[in-house]
């Protein structure tokens, strides 16, 4: 049975010059050692160029592969941080209401995961295990779409400094 260990995290740790990549890189090395990873798989968006995933597995000698979505409308969820909660027009604009990212629409949410085990499973084709670092946002309904697949699937989350 092959082996998926999860890591979900933060998307603003993986990208290349955050303060906290030398955390995310103690995570993964530890993860590494102790799951015998031989293959880092990420989340991923091309536009912020190379993760700090990519480097570490390019050190390391791992095979890496990002799984992630293409920028295509079907599969957008997140059109970034708003300052009152009308992302998809539910509510009506407040200019008293708190930050918040409304979530969804859920069918975008469920194609970008659908896609994702879909990735996961060919990139893993000539591995036993690997690392599957991912938004926190996807981990709970990508672990039961990876159990289901028929992967041994372990998760972790790291979500910064306490």
Do not use: C
């Amino acid at each position: 049975m092959k082996n998926v260990v999860m890591l979900a995290t933060v998307h603003q740790y993986q990208i290349t010059g955050n303060d906290l990549n030398s955390e995310l890189e103690k995570r993964l090395a530890y993860l590494r050692s102790k799951f015998n990873v031989q293959a880092v798989m990420e989340e991923w968006s091309e536009k912020f160029g190379e993760s700090v995933s990519h480097g570490f597995a390019a050190r390391s000698g791992l095979h890496w592969a990002n799984v992630g979505t293409p920028a295509e409308p079907r599969f957008r969820t997140y059109s970034g941080v708003i300052n009152y909660p009308g992302h998809n027009g539910t509510l009506r604009w407040d200019p008293h209401a708190p930050p918040m990212d409304e979530y969804g629409p859920f069918e975008n949410q469920e194609a970008r995961e659908n896609w994702m085990a879909k990735n996961v499973h060919a990139a893993m084709e000539n591995y036993d295990t690997g690392l599957f670092i991912l938004g926190i946002g996807h981990m709970h309904s990508l672990f039961g779409k990876l159990l289901s697949a028929g992967f041994k699937v372990t998760g972790y989350s790291w979500l910064g400094p306490a």
